[in-house]
T-cell receptor, first 114, second 116 residues
């Protein structure tokens, strides 16, 4: 099976712009989670989507949003970018059919805000 | 609130040495799950192990071993006979009680450098 894929891998934006990141989960996985990784704050949970519904949300401002499509692919959007949004954004997918399943992470999208 | 502490920011060892990465956690839940992930320079988090709060049995997988002690709220990770390919950032993480791991709380990570 192919792993979790994320596009683009690298992105450079300027303050005030918006950005959309994409994540394709492992085939058959319906749960997709997003994490932000920065040197200062470390790895932080953004949100989780399952069957096109946001099921869980971390402590981030409303500028961070996401959605999931019927094929389980997910996108996250950041509006009005700030310098502090520069980070590695990681997507993870889970099978969710058993009681417990691990999250499998993609390679991430490295966003730089200038 | 859940919290994971990895006090060791950076560790440097010479190849073939054993190394232990420390992880201390805080949670009010009686049911919880602990994880270790490896992040090589490529950035992708690689799952290493999961342990639930009711299973304190230590685990060994090749050169890797894990020591879970509820009494001290610790879940330490030991690499025996380290290799250069073990160089990476290692994260300890904790998940909420339903075990779904939908939301992982990560420690700040330990950068391990194995020198040849």
């Amino acid at each position: 099976k192919a792993g979790v894929t994320q596009t683009p891998r690298y992105l450079i934006k300027t303050r005030g712009q918006q950005v959309t990141l994409s994540c394709s989960p492992i085939s058959g996985h319906r749960s997709v989670s997003w994490y932000q990784q920065t040197p200062g704050q470390g790895l932080q949970f953004l949100f989780e989507y399952f069957s096109e519904t946001q099921r869980n949300k971390g402590n981030f401002p409303g500028r961070f949003s996401g959605r999931q499509f019927s094929n389980s692919r997910s996108e996250m959007n950041v509006s009005t970018l700030e310098l502090g949004d520069s980070a590695l954004y990681l997507c993870a997918s889970r099978d969710d059919r058993g009681f417990y399943n691990e999250q499998f992470f993609g390679p991430g999208t490295r966003l730089t805000v200038l | 609130a859940q919290k994971v502490t990895q006090a060791q920011t950076e560790i440097s060892v010479v190849e073939k040495e054993d190394v232990t990465l420390d992880c201390v956690y805080e949670t009010r839940d009686t049911t919880y799950y602990l994880f270790w992930y490896k992040q090589p320079p490529s950035g992708e988090l690689v799952f290493l192990i999961r342990r639930n709060s009711f299973d304190e049995q230590n685990e060994i997988s090749g050169r890797y071993s894990w020591n879970f002690q509820k009494s001290t709220s610790s879940f330490n990770f030991t690499i025996t006979a380290s290799q250069v390919v073990d160089s990476a950032v290692y994260f300890c993480a904790l998940s909420e009680k339903d075990g779904s791991a939908r939301q992982l709380t990560f420690g700040s990570g330990t950068q391990l450098t194995v020198l040849p």
